[in-house]
């Protein structure tokens, strides 16, 4: 059985935070207070580093906290965040006001809500499945090695720059049968979309830079639909422009609006699931040396890292009336953070939690969100994992994190900014 105990980090950290909490704990441990967690800010770069700790802290003493930013309600349990993503007539996804990503209409079939939304799901699930997702894996698999063939040979890298970053990338232009050409100028609009305050624009506000890069990412699905005019493929953009719902055509908006999503929802999300997978496999050259020596591992080592590290940390809802969640009172017109990393450690949901084992029973981990909106391309992000984890380990068995260096992740979505790794050639 492969199992790991747990890093002294996490348990180190762990005392730590008790030890504060005592400090700050106004009520007997236990009593829902929603100030006692406010200090704890969910959206920090400290928290990404190792959240864990922290998701516990926060499930036993504050199952409902309040955001150190907005204020917003933290839910921490898994029986409460489970039960949220189940409600969406409560627990609304319509928030593309609220949180504009330089869009012009709702992104489809994330920002709106059922039964809307089911509509669109029944044409695209089946069009994501397992099956069809196998189709592309020879691709990817190219697009691995040509990557790795670019800095194999080096001794080092930076993962994110060399490999988790432009994989996904290739991986979507692949399924949506567009240039790998483009890899550089989608890299580049969606960064500007989702982190624009990284992007060298001199004097340029955040908010405009995102208008800009949204516009362009319009454009260019625009041009791409034209260029098809009267053919047929069958790719992923083809299969947009056909598809029907109830004997009708999606139109153009709706081929841009689904594409758009496509594009934020399945690149870095890959990206920071590779990178918290390579950075847990360095710490633990054991656990490491189990896949190297069993592929067939490979594919339990991904669902027990996703459960474990919870690369997409929270997923946003807005309230559409007021509810009481353990205990603790909501109000209408709220935006609610729900915690699937820390439902993921949550001792009521997984037996030992704490202990990393990739050869779990019955891992039913909530990584991909859970009820109307679980992630449409899971079957994706699983094949080109797999993939990743194959072809890295086949090349580059034996790693580590370069001495001295410390890993950083963003919050919200854990994605390593920085991952110096070295190996012997
Ligand atoms: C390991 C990688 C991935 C993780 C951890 C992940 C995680 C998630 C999560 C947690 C949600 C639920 C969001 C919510 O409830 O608000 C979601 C939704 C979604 N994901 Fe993924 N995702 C991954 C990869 C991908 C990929 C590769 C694609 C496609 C290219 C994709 C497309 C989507 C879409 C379209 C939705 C919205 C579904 C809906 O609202 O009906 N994801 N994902």
């Known amino acids: 059985m492969c199992s790991s105990r747990v890093v002294s980090k996490w348990e180190k950290a762990l005392a730590k935070l008790e030890d504060q909490s005592e400090e700050r704990t106004a009520e ?9 967690a406010a200090s704890v800010n969910i959206f920090s770069a400290e928290f990404a580093a190792c959240p864990q700790p922290t998701y516990a802290n926060l499930r036993e003493k504050c199952p409902v906290s309040r955001s150190a930013i907005g204020g917003g309600p933290i839910l921490a349990k898994h029986e409460d965040v489970v039960w949220a993503l189940r409600q969406p007539e409560i627990f609304s996804s319509k928030m593309d006001m609220q949180l504009a990503m330089g869009t012009e209409r709702p992104m489809i079939p994330q920002q709106i809500d059922p039964p809307e939304q089911t509509r669109y799901r029944r044409i695209l699930d089946p069009r994501f499945s397992r099956k069809r997702m196998l189709e592309i894996e020879d691709d990817v698999r190219k697009s691995a090695r040509d990557l790795m063939d670019q800095f194999a040979s080096d001794g080092s890298c930076d993962f994110g720059e060399a490999f988790a970053i432009p ?8 399924l949506m049968g567009l240039p790998q050409e483009d890899l550089g100028l989608f890299l580049h609009l969606k960064d500007s979309i989702i982190r624009p305050q990284e992007q060298e624009q001199e004097g340029m506000a955040v908010q405009q830079i995102r208008a800009d890069a949204g516009r362009g990412i319009y454009e260019y699905f625009e041009r791409a639909i034209d260029a098809r005019a009267g053919q047929s493929k069958d790719d992923m953009l083809g299969f947009l422009m056909t598809a029907e719902i109830e004997g009708e055509r999606l139109t153009r908006e709706e081929i841009l609006d ?14 920071a699931t590779l990178g918290c997978n390579i950075t847990y496999l360095a710490e633990n050259p054991e656990a490491r040396r189990r896949l190297v020596e069993n592929e067939g591992l490979i594919p339990g080592a991904i669902e027990e890292l996703l459960r474990w590290e919870t690369p997409v940390m929270v997923v946003p809802r807005v309230l559409t009336q007021d509810v009481t969640v353990s205990g603790v009172d909501l109000r209408e017109g709220e935006l609610v953070s729900l915690l699937l990393g820390s439902s993921n450690i949550d001792p009521s949901a997984f037996d030992d939690p704490e202990l990393v084992d990739f050869e779990r029973d019955r891992n039913i981990h909530v990584a991909f969100g859970a009820g109307p909106h679980r992630c449409l391309g899971s079957h994706l992000a699983r094949m080109e994992l797999r993939v990743a984890m194959e072809e890295w380990h086949r090349r580059i068995p034996d790693y580590e994190i370069q001495p001295g260096e410390t890993p950083r992740f963003s919050p919200g979505i854990r994605e390593a900014r920085y991952l110096p790794l070295v190996w012997s050639v």
């Open 28 to 36: 007997p441990v236990g009593t829902p207070d929603p100030v006692d």
């Open 167 to 174: 994989l996904p990338c290739t991986a979507f232009l692949h």
């Open 258 to 271: 689904i594409s758009f999503l496509l594009l934020l929802a399945g690149l870095d999300t890959v990206t």
